[in-house]
């Protein structure tokens, strides 16, 4: 029987290729913004599209329910790189959402799964 993935940026780049490279072994919920192509997907490789912005916890909690009580494995995939022009033109605010982002999405997702990491 396959295992359980959670993939969060899935809908492009190297979460895609990721989600795609599991999906041999593994049940891959796929979650990202971006409905139609986490949910294209996930007919593709037989996983689940599951809608998902890590910066909302509302999102994330619903994210942990639809996965449910085991998991194997999860990759924090989701972020990018903000604010790279020379400090004196880049907006601060570039850098936090960064941080939203790529640090406390990727700890608040981590937090939601542990239970189910850990059973
Ligand atoms: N490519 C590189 O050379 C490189 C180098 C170092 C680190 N990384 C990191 O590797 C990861 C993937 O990079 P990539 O090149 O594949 O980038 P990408 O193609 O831009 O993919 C980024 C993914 O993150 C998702 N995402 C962004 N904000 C999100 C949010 N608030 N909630 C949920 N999902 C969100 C996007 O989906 P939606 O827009 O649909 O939500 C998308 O699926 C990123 O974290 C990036 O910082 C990449």
């Known amino acids: ?14 979460g895609a290729a990721t989600a795609r490279a599991l999906s041999k072994d593994f049940i891959v919920y796929c979650a990202a913004r971006r409905v139609d192509r ?10 689940v599209a599951v809608q998902c912005d ?4 509302h999102d ?3 994210l ?3 996965v449910g009580a085991d998991l194997d494995v999860l990759v924090n995939n989701a972020g990018g790189a903000l604010g790279q022009d020379w400090l004196e033109k880049t907006p601060l605010d ?4 960064m941080y939203e982002i790529n640090v406390l999405g990727a700890a608040r997702v981590t937090q939601a799964l542990l239970p189910a990491l850990r059973a």
């Open 64 to 66: 942990a329910t639809v």
């Open 1 to 14: 029987m396959k295992g359980k993935a959670v993939v969060t940026g899935a809908s492009s780049g190297i």
């Open 94 to 97: 570039d850098w936090g959402r």
């Open 54 to 57: 890590v910066t909302v916890p």
């Open 60 to 62: 994330v909690a619903r």
């Open 38 to 47: 986490i949910e294209a997907l996930a007919a593709e490789i037989g996983g």
